[in-house]
């Protein structure tokens, strides 16, 4: 990796410890020590720059550099050069001579007193004396470990009376020379690792362009530990960029794909340095990094497949451990040092794929257990479970799966989740066990996030067909997948269960609502399948709006009680054994796995359990352990039929199904599920119809948008801008997802004063109809930002009956209340009683939100502050910021005292960085005659710029390019800076924007 050249930052204390060393009179030899990339040079050249403003000479020795390479062992050839190049600056009588004796000499060889002859030390006494005798001589030496002998020149010039600052590079090889220097030192600092924080900040001031955050993130998540080394950040964003792998989006520098992992440069100093250890390191280095970790246990096979000697394979971890590429956990398991050195690692090992490579594991640590046991079970599981279809595996293994699976679902649902995905694969799909086995496995996919295991299932389905009961499962596998990946199944089986429509809710289907097409153009039955495709499908597409649900996989006919202890009896973990029956071998292996259902659990009715649960746990995929029909909560079918009706946006049938499963209506829960159903955010969609048991995903379609919506609704608009730009940019379709993300980000660019941009995203939304009263919504915010607040009351008065008349009322009470509030702040009273009649129209007495939206409709309608205040109170409670902020704007048209709600109003349009909406809080101000928002008079007006400085400081900006952004002038800038100082007791701006970015300093009052 090429050096890095960057400005210090976050160095203070270095710098202040710097100044104390160098304080006193006299010789001083300093070290700084640090590994390769964290800013030693930088840190020498702002030095420099010190020493030379506080009046010495400074001469810069460059180690390493010159021709001369390993012929300068003493460094005298590199000494000759510096003197030469600043001659004309040293300007000293006698000096001509004094560098011409050293230079006579530089060749000389010899170990007499530490390998110098009387001559060489004389020669360069009377140097160092020479060049420092008018004015004191600071001399700085970077990269001495790149000599074999640093010490003799540097102890000369310090017997001189010079000031010596010299870097070597932390785990550098250690000669004799080099801990010679290290010794006589009078001081070795060691540069740490530059804040989280300072560290990005310099990301953001190297890119050249704005930084979307889902690059920050990304480079967080990849680099870990290395993040605070600026050579290895800044050298990851170059690689990145000339990998092509940064493209401009919307103004912003965004990851082109944001799934595919970051890699460290291919120079890397790391990766160096496990070359240097040869080829049986570096082998291991990228079959740790394929394997994703290494448990000892496999060293001895690994090393079979290597072709290499077991004890060489040790030591040369131990080698790699000791040089910082590999680390050890507490378990002893041995991972690489960060996610982005595995990736680069990974990528040279191309002699194997990491699932080939736990294929071969799996094969010598089964054939191993065999002959003489001894072999830790949850490794031979875990490999068994990465290494894919190859992996030949008989009865004994899969029970063995099976087994641990289900000891493992409660505490280590991953590796349960693997473990039952691999058993799947030798169990017959048309048999029973097949059944109850993807039914658990669908459980912990949505427990866990591990969607990606679905497509192997999918692809056997294709290929093999599935049991007539085993169809809802399948069908909420594809659905389930389709929903987290946003890319369609390329199976046609696949694809034709995706095409049917959901049961009960008319001809729509799957495929149409997510993708806004069909799949497959001519759907047929799947001739692989006992009956009918859809037989028994039951709720299936229900649960398959399950979406992100894996929530009542056989709501159909014979679904039964839940997934309890007691479900009832069944077939035996093993394949195509009776329940209780003993594993054929491998006694010793199950034992260790722990006791299991399928070996024999007793059941409170004293039969045994199977680990699938029996015949009726089939419908208990959504319900949770324990749950028995009729007991008055919602179970597979209950939340399968309410997905669906969420999903389609069916109200009624939302309320019916929330009440006759035991829901309370109205309820804080169902008022939620209807306003997530709303902007389509499938995610939380899941999460309260499942709870506890649906983990929101963090990564694909459904992670991104439900951080658009989270971030939109916190007003964190930066956050949930990247997140549309995220979506853009992955490799999945457009689906309905994409389409609500631009909707929302139609609503931001507006109120930001970027009408272009939200006309651009206005036409790239769908006119599905299922988005039809968010794209309403959408528009009648981009007409009243853009000061047409007449149009966007039109448009509302005249969408409102249309879309209640075709039953599409979720969420229409919102937007109802937006247009009113543009016609109480445009002064439009005609129109805003005719929302008001609308408003009216709608149901009330079970929908919180329409409460919410009736009680702020009067209130306005009518200037009755107090019922707006209540009306707000319950925005505010509801969470949605944006909302807030437009309902205080209008109260504020008529408030007795309009400063509290202008006050709020302008602090949520500032975090929002909404420009549209400061400039209409600006023209209430005026219109009412109140002094401008300012909290406390002046000073919260303060803590508004003052927080912009931060911000931009944090961006890597100079204070001119701050006073050009802010359009103030830079002494002002600087006097910010003066008062916040004093203020936060913060010495430098790196520290004050560290400060602001951890919390430590307290944010704008609202």
Known sequence: MARTRAAVRGRDQELTALRTALAPDGGRLIVLTGPAGIGRTALLDRVARLLAADGARVLPLRLGTGPDGGGDPYALAALVRAVRERFEQ??????????????????????????????????????????????????????????????????????????????????????????????DADRVMTIGPLADDVALSLVRRAAGARLDESVVTALRTALGPLLGNPGTVLGTLDALRRSGRLVTFEGRLCLSDPAEPVALPADHPLLRRASALGGTAVRLLGAVALLDGLDLDALPPLADILEADPVDCGRGLDLLIEAGVLTAGPDGRISCRCPALAATAAGRFRARRGTALHAALAERLLAGHRRSGGVDPVVLADHVARGGATVRLDDDTVRLLLTMGAAAEQEEPERATLWYSAALRRLPPTGPEHARTLCRLLLLVVRTGRYELLREPLTRYAEHGCAEESVDEIRLAAILLALHSGVPPAERAVRELLDAPFPGRGPTAFSEWWFDRRLAPDPRRHPATDGDTLAGAGAGAGAGAGAGAGAGAGAGAGAGAGAGAGAGAGAGAGVDTQAGAEPRGWAEVTAEAGASAGDGAETPAGGKASVGGGAGDRAGVGARDGTAAGDGTRGGAGRSDLLSAALCGDVAACERVWRSSGGAAPSPELDRLRQAALVADMADVARLV?????????????????????????????????????????????????????????????????????????????????????????????????????????????????????????????????????AVLGDDHEGAAELLAEIELLPHEHHVDAQESLLLARGLVHRDPECAREATDLIRERGDLPALMESCLAVARFAPDPRPWLREAHALATRCGAAALLERVREVTRERGVPAPRARGRRDALAVTEQRIIELIGEGLTNRQIALRLRLSEKTVENYLTRLFARTGCRSRVELAAASLTGRLARTPT
């Open 90 to 183: 040293l300007q000293e009588s006698g000096l001509s001579e004094a560098l011409s004796a050293v230079a006579q000499l530089r060749d000389a060889r010899g170990r007499e007193r530490g390998g110098w002859t009387p001559a060489v030390v004389a020669a360069l006494d009377g140097l160092f004396e020479t060049v420092g005798r008018r004015e004191r001589v600071a001399l700085l030496v970077d990269d001495a470990h790149a000599v074999a002998e640093p010490a003799p020149v540097l102890s000369a010039a310090r017997r001189a009376g010079c000031l010596v600052v010299a870097t070597c590079e932390e785990g550098a090889e250690r000669g004799p020379g080099l801990a010679e220097l290290l010794t």
């Open 690 to 822: 499942i709870g506890a048991d649906y983990q929101v995903p963090e990564t694909g379609v459904l992670g991104a948008y439900h951080r658009v919506v989270r971030g939109y609704a916190d007003a964190d608009w930066t956050r949930a801008m990247s997140a549309v730009r995220e979506l853009e940019l992955s490799p999945a379709e457009d689906t309905l997802a994409r389409h609500a993300a631009r909707l929302l980000a139609v609503d931001m660019c507006a109120a930001r004063g970027e009408f272009g941009q939200a006309a651009r995203w206005l036409t790239a939304a769908t006119r599905a109809p299922r988005l039809a009263v968010l794209r309403t919504w959408a528009r009648v915010g981009l007409a009243a930002r853009k000061g047409d607040d007449g149009q966007a009351v039109r448009v509302a008065l005249l969408a409102g009956p249309r879309l209640r008349r075709a039953g599409l009322r979720t969420g229409l009470s919102i937007l109802l209340s937006r247009a009113l509030r543009i």
